[in-house]
C-alpha cells in the first residue's frame, strides 16, 4: 500500500466549503456563509489564523483543549514527532508501558494531592462521562445533579446534565436520573442533597458557554456546609452569550480581525464547536 501524501492530496484540494457540505455537515456550512464566516483558511500559527489570501487574523478562541498552547505550538508539535520517531508500543491492551506512567506521574505533580489517579481522555465529555460513571459505581446511587445553564458536553452522558435546551431539546429522552439546580441556590441544593441518593454533582465555575451568570450576592456568605433554614432562594442572574459578544471583539468563539472590530454579522470566523 502506498503512503498517504498529504502534500499532494491538499494541493488537489479546493472547494472545501462544498466537499465539507457533502461529506461531512451541510447546515454548519450554510450557517458559515450566512453570516460571512466562510474564509479559506490557509495556515496557522499560535493564536493568528491566515486565510488563504494571506490575511492574518487574531483568534480569540480559548479557554480549552489546545486552544490554551495555540495552533501548531512548536514545543508539542517537537514532542509528537519524538514520540512518533521513538515508535513506542502505544495502547497495548493487556499490558503497561512507560510513557503513560510518567505523564501521569508530571501532571499529579502539578494538580492537588487529594487528586491520586489520571484517567486521560481526548475529550471533556469523556472526562464527564467517567466522573458520572465513576461516581455511579463508587456510591451506588444513582442521580447525577448538575446546574441550570451548565454544559457538560455533546454525548449523551453529558448532555443528561446539560442545563440549555438548545443543546438538548432534539435528543431525547435522555438519560434517566439527572436534575438540575439553579447557580447560587443553596438551598436547592442541600434539599437535593438530603435525600442521600445523588451520586455525582457536576459544577462549572465559570459557566461560559450558554451565559454569563453570576450568583445571588447572597449566595457569598452561605456555606455549602451549613443546614438550611428559612432562606430565601435568590434566583440567578443570566445575561445571555449573544449580548455579551455585541459588545464587541465576540470573544468566547471566535475569530477577529486584529485591527478592527466588525459587528458580528461581518466578522470573519467562528469555530464554535455547538455550530458545528
Ligand atoms: C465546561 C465544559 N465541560 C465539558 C466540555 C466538553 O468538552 P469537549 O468539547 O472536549 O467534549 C466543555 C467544552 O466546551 C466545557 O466547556
Known amino acids: 500500500m502506498s503512503a498517504i501524501d498529504l502534500k499532494a492530496l491538499l494541493a488537489g484540494a479546493g472547494n472545501e466549503h462544498d466537499r465539507w457540505a457533502r461529506t461531512i455537515n451541510p447546515q454548519f456550512v450554510r450557517v458559515l456563509h450566512t453570516i460571512g464566516f466562510d474564509r479559506t483558511w490557509a495556515r496557522a500559527d499560535g493564536q493568528y489564523l491566515y486565510d488563504s489570501d494571506g490575511t492574518r487574523y487574531l483568534d480569540l478562541l480559548g479557554g480549552f483543549g489546545m486552544y490554551n498552547v495555540g495552533r501548531n505550538n512548536p514545543r508539542i508539535r517537537a514532542a509528537l514527532i519524538e514520540s512518533l520517531e521513538l515508535e513506542l508500543p502505544g495502547a497495548v491492551q ?6 503513560p506512567g510518567l505523564l501521569a506521574e508530571a501532571l499529579l505533580a502539578r494538580t492537588p494531592a487529594r487528586l491520586e489517579r489520571v484517567l486521560f481522555t481526548s475529550s471533556g ?3 464527564v462521562e467517567a466522573a458520572l460513571k465513576l461516581g455511579r459505581a463508587a456510591t451506588k446511587r444513582a442521580r447525577v445533579l448538575s446546574l441550570d ?3 457538560h458536553g455533546l454525548t449523551l452522558g453529558s448532555l443528561s446534565a446539560n442545563g440549555n435546551s438548545e443543546f438538548t431539546s432534539r435528543f431525547g429522552p435522555l438519560l434517566p436520573g439527572f436534575d438540575r439546580v439553579s447557580l447560587g441556590d443553596l438551598d436547592a441544593l442541600e434539599h ?3 435525600s442521600e441518593d445523588v451520586a455525582v454533582f457536576l459544577v462549572e465555575p465559570i459557566q ?7 450568583p445571588p450576592a447572597t449566595s457569598k456568605a452561605r456555606r455549602p456546609s451549613a443546614a438550611g433554614t428559612g432562606r430565601s432562594s435568590a434566583s440567578t442572574r443570566c445575561r445571555p452569550v449573544s449580548a455579551a459578544r455585541e459588545r464587541c471583539s465576540h470573544s468566547s468563539t471566535g475569530v477577529s480581525n486584529q485591527t478592527s472590530c466588525p459587528s458580528p454579522s461581518h466578522s470573519p470566523a467562528a469555530t464554535s464547536r455547538s455550530a458545528r
Not at 493487556?94 to 510513557?99: K, M, R
Not at 461560559?208 to 453570576?214: F, L
Open 94 to 99: 493487556l499490558g503497561v508501558t512507560a510513557l
Open 125 to 127: 465529555t469523556e472526562a
Open 149 to 151: 445553564h451548565g454544559f
Open 192 to 194: 437535593e442533597l438530603r
Open 208 to 214: 461560559a458557554r450558554a451565559s454569563t451568570c453570576r
